[in-house]
């Protein structure tokens, strides 16, 4: 059966590893907000290290919509992962409710997973050079500004949470297949 996994976190928590192992696991089609960010966040010449002006984030969920309308479109067996960072702010939840109707379109059950991690750990992947391939924010300082500033959504009362600060990818990726197998 098709799902869709919603993976959230802040900068720095794991959602695109632990998005591609859960894909490994699952054959679902991993679509981490770098996949629809970075196109524009280049074209609009970013490098990650500076903040995002509002007018390039308009662009960025412009691509979102037409990806979430693509998978419309998909085959009913194949299930999606999206990712995402959400801040404490509560118009943040329009996101959260934009994929549980995505998953009710297509009939599929919508898996929450919210992954947290101690800032310190946070802070220490900042650095971490994969982080410059996909355009990621790499400023521990930026970083630790945008947290305090604007914080991060708190989970629903469905979603699993994981700490993500020391445990694996791999580990993460089969505790969210065990999730999903008791919400069928």
């Known amino acids: 059966m098709s799902h869709l996994f919603y993976l959230v976190g802040p ?13 490994t696991l699952t ?3 991993l679509l981490d907000n770098h996949l629809t960010n970075d196109p524009v966040f280049l074209a609009a010449g970013l490098s990650g290290k500076e903040p995002v002006p509002a007018e390039v984030w308009e662009l960025c969920h412009a691509v979102r919509k037409a990806v979430r309308a693509a998978t419309l479109h998909a085959p009913t067996a194949l299930a999606h992962i999206f990712t995402n960072y959400l ?11 934009r994929l549980r109707d995505l998953a009710a379109q297509r009939g599929v059950p919508f898996v929450p997973v919210w992954l947290t991690c101690a800032l310190p750990e946070l802070e220490a992947r900042m650095t971490h050079p994969a982080r410059a391939e996909r355009l990621k924010l790499r400023d521990p300082v930026h970083l630790r500004e945008l947290l305090a500033r604007a914080g991060t959504l708190p989970p629903p009362p469905d979603a699993l949470v994981l700490d993500m600060t020391t445990m694996s990818p791999e580990d993460a990726a089969r505790q969210i297949v065990a999730f999903r197998a008791g919400l069928t």
């Open 27 to 29: 054959g679902a089609a």
């Open 11 to 23: 900068p720095g928590a794991g959602k695109r590893t632990v998005g591609k192992a859960l894909a």
């Open 87 to 97: 801040s404490a702010e509560e118009q943040e939840w329009q996101n959260v409710q």
